[in-house]
Nanobody
Framework: QVQFVESGGGLVQPGGSLRLSCAASARIFSIYPMGWFRQAPGKQRELVAR???????NYADSVKGRFTISRDNAKNTVYLQMNSLKPEDTGVYYCNRVYYSGYEPWGQGTQVTVSS
């Protein structure tokens, strides 16, 4: 069963914006904090933003002040608004729960490419 469906990626120039969406299964979305992760070419997947069920947020230093994570509980969807994009933001973006016991199976992700 597909747990996450990510969308909204694309090609954007430096300084541009994108809004990513992740539709999650209700079983996961209603219980766990959710996070956006990215995997740049040749690098490990990293957590860039996290949001609790109550709406508290945390960000990686590299995206703080530029990215905003939010969630719509009625739609079981988590969003990532990305502004002032840089070439180093390029990668495949995934969502998943953020929990000590590990991750759910990963979705297909959505590709973000920042290039002029």
């Amino acid at each position: 069963q597909v747990q996450f469906v990510e969308s909204g990626g694309g090609l954007v120039q430096p300084g541009g914006s994108l809004r990513l969406s992740c539709a999650a299964s209700a079983r996961i979305f209603s219980i766990y904090p959710m996070g956006w992760f990215r995997q740049a070419p040749g690098k490990q997947r990293e957590l860039v933003a996290r949001i609790t069920t109550g709406g508290s947020t945390n960000y990686a230093d590299s995206v703080k002040g530029r990215f905003t994570i939010s969630r719509d509980n009625a739609k079981n969807t988590v969003y990532l608004q990305m502004n002032s994009l840089k070439p180093e933001d390029t990668g495949v973006y995934y969502c998943n729960r953020v929990y000590y016991s590990g991750y759910e199976p990963w979705g297909q992700g959505t590709q973000v490419t920042v290039s002029s």
